[in-house]
C-alpha cells in the first residue's frame, strides 16, 4: 500500500477529459514536496516524464495534459482524450516520515 | 540527447549478488543527482534509491526494503553509476530502471534482475 495513493484505474471516451488523483499525506505532498507525474505506455517499457514540479510540461508533452497540486493531494488532467493516452498513469512525491521517494500505485487509462 | 544504458542483469540465486550498471551519455554527469527505479513483473514503480552530485556531497538514501543490502555509486570519470545488490531476495526481482535527478526526468530502457532457485 503506497503512501501516495491513486485510483487503479479511470476511463474516457475519445474527445473527453479525465482527471487521476494522487493522495498523499502532511508528510509528503501536504509538506510541500512537488510532484510528477510519469506515463508508462507498456508494462516493461521505460516511463516518460509528464508533468515537473507539479504542474510543468517537458517540452515536447502535449499541453492537453496538465498537473494541479493543492493541500496534500494532486492531479493529473488529460484533455482531448486520444486512444494513444490509453497507458498507466503514475504520481511521484518526496516523504519526510520515509527519508526517501515514494510513487503512488498507479492508474491505468483506459480509452473506450 | 540524453542516453541512459543499463546493464548486468541476470539470473541469480537468492542469497547472491549482482551489480548493474547504467551509462550515461548527452549531459553533464558529474553534475547529476541519479536514481534507481525498479518495477516488479506486473507491479507498479518502486523508487530504489538516489546518489546526489559529489559537489552535492555524494550522499546516498535507499527505500527501506534495500536499506544495507543496495549501494548506490558512481564514477563521474567514466560516467557510469553502479548499483550494487547483495543478499538478494525473491522479492528484488524486476525491471531496473536508471533515472536522472531526484525527479525521474529521463529513464533507460532498464535492465531485469531475477531471482530465483
Known amino acids: 500500500q503506497s503512501v501516495l495513493t491513486q485510483p487503479p484505474s479511470v476511463s474516457g471516451a475519445p474527445g473527453q477529459r479525465v482527471t487521476i488523483s494522487c493522495t498523499g499525506r502532511s508528510s509528503n505532498i501536504g509538506a510541500g514536496y512537488d510532484v510528477y507525474w510519469y506515463q508508462q505506455q507498456l508494462p516493461g517499457t521505460a516511463p516518460k516524464l509528464l508533468i515537473y514540479a507539479n504542474s510543468n510540461r517537458p517540452s515536447g508533452v502535449p499541453d492537453r495534459f496538465s498537473g494541479s497540486k493543492s493541500g496534500t493531494s494532486a492531479s493529473l488532467a488529460i484533455t482531448g482524450l486520444q486512444a494513444e493516452d490509453e497507458a498507466d498513469y503514475y504520481c511521484?512525491?518526496?516523504?519526510?516520515?520515509?527519508?526517501?521517494?515514494?510513487f503512488g500505485g498507479g492508474t491505468k487509462l483506459t480509452v473506450l | 540527447e540524453v542516453q541512459l544504458v543499463e546493464s548486468g542483469g541476470g539470473l541469480v540465486k537468492p542469497g547472491g549478488s549482482l551489480r548493474l550498471s547504467c551509462v550515461a551519455s548527452?549531459?553533464?554527469?558529474?553534475?547529476?543527482?541519479m536514481t534507481w527505479v525498479r518495477q516488479a513483473p506486473g507491479k507498479g514503480l518502486e523508487w530504489v534509491g538516489r546518489i546526489k552530485s559529489k559537489t552535492d556531497g555524494g550522499t546516498t538514501d535507499y527505500a527501506a526494503p534495500v536499506k544495507g543490502r543496495f549501494t548506490i555509486s558512481r564514477d563521474d570519470s567514466k560516467n557510469t553509476l553502479y548499483l550494487q545488490m547483495n543478499s538478494l531476495q525473491t522479492e528484488d526481482t524486476a525491471l531496473y530502471y536508471c533515472?536522472?535527478?531526484?525527479?525521474?526526468?529521463?529513464w533507460g530502457q532498464g535492465t531485469r534482475v531475477t531471482v530465483s532457485s
Open positions: 533515472t536522472t535527478r531526484d525527479g525521474c526526468y529521463d
Open positions: 548527452g549531459f553533464t554527469f558529474s553534475n547529476a543527482w
Open positions: 511521484q512525491s518526496y516523504d519526510t516520515s520515509l527519508s526517501g521517494r515514494v
